[in-house]
């Protein structure tokens, strides 16, 4: 199964570090966060992925073009650049990466449907380039294949940005709740897309997350698989701060691979 990365988005509220690179080469423990991404999916066997590029797609591109160079010793003749010869392996050699370019201004829809040549008929996974989940892939997939719908997207119960203060009728508090989970689920990605999907999507301004998932819940076509585990988002440097302590602290919840 392939899995398609959205990692084309303007990532604006992330200037500190977006400014000259996608938010999802923003690093992790000296990784992208995508990288991180791609390594959960790889440890459950996936090792096909299509990388949807749009803002700042160059970096994107040159770290993936560039992976081996930087990853391992090398050796080259300097006047013949294809005699470079690479000393040893690393983990992801297996890896086939597609990087493309869906278009700077292109919406979440339009980049997954601008893609469809690279993964033709078949199931497919895709998330986003910028959230990282601890997610059990394999009952994921099973659940998708067990309802025969269109459409799987992996929801949470997030906890809640500020702490909870519980009142008495009178006014008086009766407890404080420090960030609860909420009471609501919430779309975190990690959808199970049959092919049958790219009929949901129109144009490059097509926004995946409005018409076509309302569409396909209207017709009974998406399922939801419940995620109870780790999930943080990187939307601002805050949030990035906290994935890389929480890598620096040895046993980053995310890290299922060895």
């Known amino acids: 199964m392939k899995a398609v990365l959205l990692a084309g988005g303007l990532g604006t509220r992330m200037r500190e570090e977006t400014e000259f690179r996608p938010k999802p080469m923003v690093e992790v423990g000296g990784r992208p966060v995508l990288w991180h991404i791609m390594k959960i999916l790889g440890h459950y066997g996936i090792s096909e992925f299509v990388v949807c590029t749009g803002y700042k797609s160059e970096y994107i591109k040159s770290y993936f073009s560039n992976y081996g160079v ?6 080259i003749t300097l006047g013949d650049q294809s005699s470079i010869r690479y000393h040893g392996s690393h983990a992801e050699f297996d890896w086939q990466v597609t990087v493309a370019d869906t278009g700077l201004s292109t919406m979440t829809g339009g980049r997954i449907k601008r893609i469809q040549k690279y993964v033709g008929d078949e199931t497919f996974l895709c998330t986003y380039g910028d959230g990282i989940a601890d997610v059990d892939i394999p009952a994921l997939i099973d659940f998708h294949r067990a309802h025969g719908k269109f459409a799987t997207v992996t929801a949470t119960q997030p906890m809640s940005r500020f ?12 407890k404080f709740r420090e960030k609860p989970k909420t009471e609501d689920w919430i779309n975190i990605g990690y959808f199970v897309f049959e092919p049958q999907v790219f009929e949901y999507l129109d144009g490059d301004d097509t926004v995946l997350e409005d018409k076509p998932l309302l569409r396909l819940a209207e017709d009974r076509q998406i399922a939801a698989f419940p995620h109870h585990g780790f999930w943080q988002p990187m939307d601002t440097f805050r949030e990035s701060q906290l994935l ?14 060895q």
């Open 163 to 174: 702490g909870v203060i519980d009142l008495e009728q009178d006014g008086a508090v009766a």
């Open 70 to 75: 930087s990853n391992l010793d090398f050796t």
């Open 244 to 257: 890389n302590n929480l890598w620096n602290s040895g046993n980053p919840p995310w890290k299922v691979w």
